[in-house]
Protein backbone atom coordinates (compact mmCIF):
# COMPACT_ATOMS: atom_id res chain seq x y z
CA UNK A 1 0.00 0.00 0.00
CA UNK A 2 1.08 3.44 -1.19
CA UNK A 3 0.18 5.92 1.61
CA UNK A 4 1.56 8.85 0.21
CA UNK A 5 0.30 8.32 -3.19
CA UNK A 6 -3.06 7.37 -1.38
CA UNK A 7 -2.83 10.54 0.86
CA UNK A 8 -2.04 12.69 -2.44
CA UNK A 9 -5.80 12.00 -3.34
CA UNK A 10 -7.05 13.41 -0.59
CA UNK A 11 -6.47 16.73 -0.47
CA UNK A 12 -8.40 17.61 3.46
CA UNK A 13 -5.26 15.56 4.50
CA UNK A 14 -2.54 18.65 3.66
CA UNK A 15 -3.98 20.83 6.10
CA UNK A 16 -4.57 18.87 9.36
CA UNK A 17 -4.18 15.61 10.89
CA UNK A 18 -7.71 13.88 10.17
CA UNK A 19 -8.26 11.15 12.68
CA UNK A 20 -12.28 11.53 12.95
CA UNK A 21 -13.35 9.10 10.10
CA UNK A 22 -15.38 7.53 12.21
CA UNK A 23 -17.65 10.25 12.21
CA UNK A 24 -17.29 11.35 8.52
CA UNK A 25 -14.35 10.51 6.18
CA UNK A 26 -12.40 12.91 3.70
CA UNK A 27 -13.15 12.11 0.15
CA UNK A 28 -10.43 11.53 -3.01
CA UNK A 29 -10.98 14.08 -5.47
CA UNK A 30 -12.23 11.87 -7.52
CA UNK A 31 -15.05 11.00 -5.37
CA UNK A 32 -15.85 15.21 -5.29
CA UNK A 33 -15.44 15.04 -8.94
CA UNK A 34 -18.02 12.26 -9.74
CA UNK A 35 -20.60 14.22 -7.80
CA UNK A 36 -19.72 17.66 -9.43
CA UNK A 37 -19.79 15.99 -13.11
CA UNK A 38 -22.90 14.78 -12.52
CA UNK A 39 -24.48 17.53 -11.23
CA UNK A 40 -23.38 19.53 -13.79
CA UNK A 41 -24.82 17.11 -16.29
CA UNK A 42 -28.19 17.52 -14.37
CA UNK A 43 -27.98 20.85 -14.66
CA UNK A 44 -27.03 21.47 -18.47
CA UNK A 45 -29.66 18.83 -19.73
CA UNK A 46 -33.47 18.33 -19.09
CA UNK A 47 -33.99 16.16 -15.97
CA UNK A 48 -36.21 13.83 -17.57
CA UNK A 49 -34.01 13.17 -20.91
CA UNK A 50 -33.61 10.17 -21.65
CA UNK A 51 -29.32 10.02 -21.45
CA UNK A 52 -30.05 11.46 -17.52
CA UNK A 53 -32.54 8.72 -17.22
CA UNK A 54 -30.55 6.08 -18.53
CA UNK A 55 -27.60 7.18 -16.90
CA UNK A 56 -29.35 7.47 -13.38
CA UNK A 57 -29.75 3.71 -14.12
CA UNK A 58 -26.28 2.93 -14.66
CA UNK A 59 -25.31 4.32 -11.44
CA UNK A 60 -27.92 2.94 -9.75
CA UNK A 61 -27.23 -0.20 -10.43
CA UNK A 62 -23.48 -0.06 -10.64
CA UNK A 63 -23.77 1.34 -6.92
CA UNK A 64 -25.73 -1.91 -6.02
CA UNK A 65 -23.40 -3.89 -7.63
CA UNK A 66 -20.46 -2.43 -5.71
CA UNK A 67 -22.42 -2.49 -2.36
CA UNK A 68 -22.37 -6.48 -3.55
CA UNK A 69 -19.05 -7.04 -3.39
CA UNK A 70 -18.33 -4.97 -0.75
CA UNK A 71 -20.70 -6.86 1.46
CA UNK A 72 -21.23 -10.63 -0.47
CA UNK A 73 -24.56 -10.44 -1.16
CA UNK A 74 -26.62 -10.62 -4.12
CA UNK A 75 -28.02 -7.33 -6.03
CA UNK A 76 -31.94 -8.25 -5.27
CA UNK A 77 -31.01 -8.13 -1.32
CA UNK A 78 -29.99 -4.67 -1.50
CA UNK A 79 -31.43 -1.56 -1.44
CA UNK A 80 -29.72 2.60 -1.85
CA UNK A 81 -31.03 4.61 1.34
CA UNK A 82 -29.93 7.91 2.83
CA UNK A 83 -27.74 6.44 5.78
CA UNK A 84 -27.11 4.02 8.10
CA UNK A 85 -30.23 4.77 10.69
CA UNK A 86 -32.86 4.85 8.00
CA UNK A 87 -31.63 1.12 6.96
CA UNK A 88 -32.04 0.85 10.71
CA UNK A 89 -35.41 1.91 10.31
CA UNK A 90 -36.86 0.04 7.46
CA UNK A 91 -36.32 -3.11 9.46
CA UNK A 92 -37.28 -1.65 12.92
CA UNK A 93 -40.60 -0.32 11.67
CA UNK A 94 -40.95 -3.21 8.88
CA UNK A 95 -41.07 -6.50 11.13
CA UNK A 96 -44.18 -7.60 12.52
CA UNK A 97 -44.49 -7.05 16.15
CA UNK A 98 -46.09 -8.67 18.81
CA UNK A 99 -46.83 -7.62 22.24
CA UNK A 100 -44.25 -9.42 24.64
CA UNK A 101 -41.21 -9.70 22.02
CA UNK A 102 -38.02 -8.71 23.14
CA UNK A 103 -35.26 -7.10 21.59
CA UNK A 104 -31.71 -7.57 23.47
CA UNK A 105 -29.09 -4.88 22.88
CA UNK A 106 -26.02 -3.44 24.77
CA UNK A 107 -25.18 -0.96 26.57
CA UNK A 108 -22.59 1.31 24.80
CA UNK A 109 -24.63 1.60 21.86
CA UNK A 110 -25.12 4.26 20.10
CA UNK A 111 -28.36 6.44 20.32
CA UNK A 112 -29.23 5.64 16.29
CA UNK A 113 -29.64 1.57 17.90
CA UNK A 114 -30.99 2.67 21.32
CA UNK A 115 -33.75 5.42 20.00
CA UNK A 116 -35.10 3.00 17.70
CA UNK A 117 -35.16 0.05 19.96
CA UNK A 118 -36.95 1.97 22.68
CA UNK A 119 -39.48 3.44 20.44
CA UNK A 120 -40.44 -0.06 19.00
CA UNK A 121 -40.59 -1.29 22.61
CA UNK A 122 -42.73 1.62 23.68
CA UNK A 123 -44.80 1.71 20.58
CA UNK A 124 -45.92 -2.46 20.54
CA UNK A 125 -45.19 -3.37 23.85
CA UNK A 126 -42.45 -5.06 23.53
CA UNK A 127 -39.21 -5.53 25.79
CA UNK A 128 -36.37 -3.83 25.49
CA UNK A 129 -33.20 -6.07 27.51
CA UNK A 130 -30.13 -4.04 27.82
CA UNK A 131 -26.30 -6.20 28.04
CA UNK A 132 -24.69 -4.21 30.41
CA UNK A 133 -21.09 -4.41 28.73
CA UNK A 134 -17.52 -2.78 29.97
CA UNK A 135 -15.31 -2.35 26.67
CA UNK A 136 -12.80 -4.49 28.24
CA UNK A 137 -14.71 -7.71 28.11
CA UNK A 138 -13.45 -10.42 26.28
CA UNK A 139 -15.86 -12.40 23.71
CA UNK A 140 -16.34 -14.88 25.55
CA UNK A 141 -17.88 -12.99 28.76
CA UNK A 142 -19.93 -10.92 25.90
CA UNK A 143 -20.99 -14.28 24.42
CA UNK A 144 -22.12 -15.03 28.11
CA UNK A 145 -24.28 -12.22 28.91
CA UNK A 146 -26.08 -12.01 25.64
CA UNK A 147 -26.74 -15.66 26.08
CA UNK A 148 -28.04 -14.94 29.69
CA UNK A 149 -30.17 -12.08 28.21
CA UNK A 150 -32.23 -14.43 26.17
CA UNK A 151 -35.40 -15.76 26.41
CA UNK A 152 -38.01 -17.57 24.29
CA UNK A 153 -39.22 -14.18 23.58
CA UNK A 154 -36.32 -12.89 22.14
CA UNK A 155 -36.98 -11.61 18.82
CA UNK A 156 -33.87 -9.70 17.58
CA UNK A 157 -30.29 -8.45 18.76
CA UNK A 158 -29.88 -5.28 17.49
CA UNK A 159 -26.37 -4.09 17.88
CA UNK A 160 -23.50 -2.01 16.05
CA UNK A 161 -20.78 -4.61 14.51
CA UNK A 162 -18.52 -2.12 15.81
CA UNK A 163 -19.47 -0.56 18.73
CA UNK A 164 -18.69 3.81 18.03
CA UNK A 165 -17.93 4.77 21.42
CA UNK A 166 -14.41 2.76 21.89
CA UNK A 167 -13.89 0.27 18.70
CA UNK A 168 -15.08 -2.66 20.57
CA UNK A 169 -15.50 -5.28 17.48
CA UNK A 170 -18.80 -7.28 18.82
CA UNK A 171 -18.24 -10.97 18.44
CA UNK A 172 -21.21 -10.61 15.47
CA UNK A 173 -21.37 -14.11 13.73
CA UNK A 174 -21.03 -16.00 17.01
CA UNK A 175 -23.82 -13.24 18.14
CA UNK A 176 -26.20 -14.20 14.75
CA UNK A 177 -25.24 -17.99 15.58
CA UNK A 178 -26.60 -17.66 19.29
CA UNK A 179 -29.85 -16.00 17.36
CA UNK A 180 -30.52 -17.92 15.41
CA UNK A 181 -30.07 -20.87 17.59
CA UNK A 182 -32.70 -19.42 19.85
CA UNK A 183 -35.37 -18.36 17.20
CA UNK A 184 -34.69 -14.97 16.57
CA UNK A 185 -32.75 -12.99 14.56
CA UNK A 186 -30.07 -10.09 14.22
CA UNK A 187 -29.88 -6.77 12.91
CA UNK A 188 -26.38 -5.03 12.81
CA UNK A 189 -25.19 -1.01 13.11
CA UNK A 190 -22.77 -1.09 10.07
CA UNK A 191 -22.10 2.28 10.69
CA UNK A 192 -17.91 1.41 11.96
CA UNK A 193 -17.46 -1.23 9.55
CA UNK A 194 -18.08 -0.88 5.47
CA UNK A 195 -14.53 0.39 4.15
CA UNK A 196 -12.98 -0.77 7.54
CA UNK A 197 -13.07 -4.01 7.88
CA UNK A 198 -14.03 -6.75 5.65
CA UNK A 199 -17.31 -7.97 5.17
CA UNK A 200 -19.31 -11.28 4.41
CA UNK A 201 -23.16 -11.74 4.57
CA UNK A 202 -23.19 -15.01 3.55
CA UNK A 203 -20.50 -16.37 5.23
CA UNK A 204 -21.51 -15.10 8.69
CA UNK A 205 -24.86 -16.12 8.38
CA UNK A 206 -26.80 -12.22 8.95
CA UNK A 207 -30.28 -11.21 8.83
CA UNK A 208 -30.26 -7.16 8.39
CA UNK A 209 -27.41 -5.07 7.82
CA UNK A 210 -27.25 -1.09 7.47
CA UNK A 211 -24.29 0.49 5.92
CA UNK A 212 -23.10 4.01 5.29
CA UNK A 213 -21.41 6.02 2.81
CA UNK A 214 -19.83 9.01 4.41
CA UNK A 215 -17.52 7.07 6.97
CA UNK A 216 -14.77 4.80 6.31
CA UNK A 217 -15.91 4.74 2.58
CA UNK A 218 -14.90 8.05 1.76
CA UNK A 219 -18.10 8.88 0.57
CA UNK A 220 -20.45 11.99 1.19
CA UNK A 221 -23.35 12.03 3.46
CA UNK A 222 -26.56 10.82 2.44
CA UNK A 223 -26.13 7.69 1.04
CA UNK A 224 -26.01 4.31 2.36
CA UNK A 225 -27.10 0.82 2.05
CA UNK A 226 -29.40 -1.92 3.41
CA UNK A 227 -29.09 -5.71 3.27
CA UNK A 228 -31.98 -8.15 3.83
CA UNK A 229 -31.49 -11.83 3.38
CA UNK A 230 -33.13 -13.04 0.85
CA UNK A 231 -35.22 -15.90 2.68
CA UNK A 232 -36.58 -12.63 5.06
CA UNK A 233 -37.55 -10.07 2.90
CA UNK A 234 -41.13 -10.54 2.43
CA UNK A 235 -41.53 -10.42 6.04
CA UNK A 236 -40.31 -6.96 6.30
CA UNK A 237 -43.24 -4.37 5.65
CA UNK A 238 -42.44 -0.83 4.65
CA UNK A 239 -43.56 1.66 6.93
CA UNK A 240 -44.20 4.08 3.75
CA UNK A 241 -43.64 3.05 -0.14
CA UNK A 242 -44.40 4.09 -3.28
CA UNK A 243 -44.70 2.71 -7.15
CA UNK A 244 -41.74 0.33 -7.09
CA UNK A 245 -43.83 -1.54 -4.70
CA UNK A 246 -46.70 -2.21 -6.82
CA UNK A 247 -46.53 -4.43 -10.02
CA UNK A 248 -46.49 -2.58 -13.40
CA UNK A 249 -48.76 -0.98 -14.46
CA UNK A 250 -50.11 0.60 -11.64
CA UNK A 251 -53.93 1.99 -11.95
CA UNK A 252 -57.04 2.23 -9.68
CA UNK A 253 -57.89 -0.94 -10.95
CA UNK A 254 -54.69 -2.87 -10.92
CA UNK A 255 -52.75 -2.45 -7.27
CA UNK A 256 -50.41 -5.70 -6.72
CA UNK A 257 -47.78 -5.49 -4.12
CA UNK A 258 -44.88 -7.48 -4.58
CA UNK A 259 -43.48 -7.95 -1.66
CA UNK A 260 -40.83 -9.86 -2.45
CA UNK A 261 -38.33 -6.48 -4.04
CA UNK A 262 -36.18 -4.62 -2.12
CA UNK A 263 -37.08 -1.79 -4.15
CA UNK A 264 -40.52 -1.47 -2.00
CA UNK A 265 -38.52 0.02 0.14
CA UNK A 266 -37.74 3.05 -1.97
CA UNK A 267 -40.64 5.89 -1.44
CA UNK A 268 -39.62 7.83 -4.35
CA UNK A 269 -36.12 8.88 -5.69
CA UNK A 270 -32.67 9.32 -4.67
CA UNK A 271 -30.00 11.37 -5.36
CA UNK A 272 -28.38 10.04 -8.07
CA UNK A 273 -25.23 12.69 -7.82
CA UNK A 274 -24.63 10.67 -4.20
CA UNK A 275 -24.98 7.63 -5.36
CA UNK A 276 -22.32 8.79 -7.76
CA UNK A 277 -20.25 9.37 -5.31
CA UNK A 278 -20.51 6.15 -3.24
CA UNK A 279 -19.62 4.09 -6.51
CA UNK A 280 -16.72 6.25 -6.85
CA UNK A 281 -15.67 6.09 -3.53
CA UNK A 282 -15.80 2.06 -3.75
CA UNK A 283 -13.38 2.41 -6.98
CA UNK A 284 -11.04 4.28 -4.91
CA UNK A 285 -11.55 1.53 -1.96
CA UNK A 286 -11.68 -1.85 -3.83
CA UNK A 287 -8.05 -1.74 -5.76
CA UNK A 288 -6.65 -1.31 -1.96
CA UNK A 289 -8.43 -4.40 -0.61
CA UNK A 290 -10.62 -4.06 2.54
CA UNK A 291 -8.44 -6.96 3.95
CA UNK A 292 -5.20 -4.76 3.55
CA UNK A 293 -7.36 -1.23 4.99
CA UNK A 294 -8.32 -3.85 8.15
CA UNK A 295 -4.41 -5.15 8.72
CA UNK A 296 -3.39 -1.53 7.97
CA UNK A 297 -5.96 0.23 10.53
CA UNK A 298 -4.97 -2.75 13.39
CA UNK A 299 -1.55 -1.71 13.44
CA UNK A 300 -1.84 1.88 13.48
CA UNK A 301 -4.32 1.58 16.77
CA UNK A 302 -2.04 -1.17 18.14
CA UNK A 303 1.08 1.72 17.87
CA UNK A 304 -1.22 4.44 19.61
CA UNK A 305 -2.52 1.83 22.28
CA UNK A 306 1.00 1.30 23.26
CA UNK A 307 2.22 5.18 23.17
CA UNK A 308 -1.22 6.10 25.09
CA UNK A 309 -0.35 3.54 27.99
CA UNK A 310 3.00 4.59 28.47
CA UNK A 311 1.28 7.57 29.76
CA UNK A 312 0.67 8.67 33.11
CA UNK A 313 -2.64 9.70 34.15
CA UNK A 314 -3.80 8.02 30.77
CA UNK A 315 -6.81 5.37 30.50
CA UNK A 316 -6.93 3.08 27.27
CA UNK A 317 -11.10 2.57 26.92
CA UNK A 318 -10.78 0.67 23.75
CA UNK A 319 -10.11 -3.47 23.88
CA UNK A 320 -6.92 -5.14 23.97
CA UNK A 321 -4.82 -5.92 20.70
CA UNK A 322 -6.92 -9.05 19.17
CA UNK A 323 -10.20 -9.74 17.39
CA UNK A 324 -12.19 -7.65 19.46
CA UNK A 325 -9.97 -4.70 18.25
CA UNK A 326 -10.60 -2.26 15.55
CA UNK A 327 -8.98 1.43 13.93
CA UNK A 328 -11.33 3.27 16.75
CA UNK A 329 -8.96 4.25 20.05
CA UNK A 330 -10.94 5.92 22.58
CA UNK A 331 -8.97 6.93 26.01
CA UNK A 332 -9.85 9.40 28.72
CA UNK A 333 -6.96 11.67 30.34
CA UNK A 334 -7.07 12.51 33.95
CA UNK A 335 -8.40 15.86 34.84
CA UNK A 336 -9.19 17.21 31.13
CA UNK A 337 -13.07 16.93 30.21
CA UNK A 338 -13.45 15.10 26.86
CA UNK A 339 -14.88 17.85 24.73
CA UNK A 340 -12.27 20.55 26.19
CA UNK A 341 -9.31 17.65 25.23
CA UNK A 342 -10.29 17.43 21.67
CA UNK A 343 -10.96 20.91 21.52
CA UNK A 344 -6.94 21.53 23.30
CA UNK A 345 -5.55 19.16 20.18
CA UNK A 346 -7.19 21.15 17.39
CA UNK A 347 -5.56 24.15 19.03
CA UNK A 348 -1.99 22.98 19.64
CA UNK A 349 -1.70 20.28 16.96
CA UNK A 350 -4.35 20.52 14.21
CA UNK A 351 -5.38 16.92 15.27
CA UNK A 352 -9.08 16.00 14.69
CA UNK A 353 -10.69 13.24 16.60
CA UNK A 354 -14.08 13.41 19.05
CA UNK A 355 -15.24 13.42 22.10
CA UNK A 356 -17.59 10.51 23.25
CA UNK A 357 -19.82 10.29 26.32
CA UNK A 358 -20.18 6.76 27.04
CA UNK A 359 -17.79 5.91 28.51
CA UNK A 360 -16.36 9.81 28.76
CA UNK A 361 -13.48 10.39 26.61
CA UNK A 362 -12.08 10.96 23.27
CA UNK A 363 -11.97 8.76 20.11
CA UNK A 364 -9.41 8.07 17.61
CA UNK A 365 -10.07 6.61 14.14
CA UNK A 366 -7.24 5.44 12.17
CA UNK A 367 -7.70 4.57 8.69
CA UNK A 368 -5.17 3.16 6.31
CA UNK A 369 -4.22 7.08 5.19
CA UNK A 370 -3.15 7.84 8.64
CA UNK A 371 0.81 7.42 8.76
CA UNK A 372 2.83 6.06 12.03
CA UNK A 373 4.17 10.03 12.23
CA UNK A 374 0.59 11.14 12.71
CA UNK A 375 -0.05 8.32 15.32
CA UNK A 376 3.30 9.85 16.91
CA UNK A 377 2.03 13.28 16.94
CA UNK A 378 -1.51 12.10 18.77
CA UNK A 379 0.76 10.04 21.63
CA UNK A 380 2.79 13.00 21.93
CA UNK A 381 0.19 15.92 22.44
CA UNK A 382 -1.58 13.40 24.59
CA UNK A 383 1.60 12.67 26.97
CA UNK A 384 2.32 16.86 27.04
CA UNK A 385 -1.63 17.46 28.04
CA UNK A 386 -1.97 14.64 30.35
Request: net charge negative.
Given at each position: MDVAQLRSQIPALANQVWMNTGWSGPSPLSVVEAIKNRIDMEAMEPPASMRVIETAREIRGQALQAVGRLMNASEEELVMTRNTTEGLNIVMSGLDWQPGDE???C?????SVLAPAWMIGLRYRVGVRIVALDPHDPADVILEKFQAAMTPRTRLIFISHIQYSTGMRMPAPELARMAHENGAEILLDGAQTAGHIALDMVADDYDYYSIPGQKWMLGFEGVGALY????????????????????SPVTPNHIVPNPATMDKFLGGSGSIPLQAAFLEATRFIEPIGVGNIEARNLQLASRLKAQLRESPHVTVLSPEDGPLASGLVSFSVEGWEPDA????????NRIVVRHIEHPEGVRASLHFFNTEEEVDQLAAAVRNLA
Open positions: IVTSLEHPIRRELLTAVHPAHTGGRHMELDDQLWEN
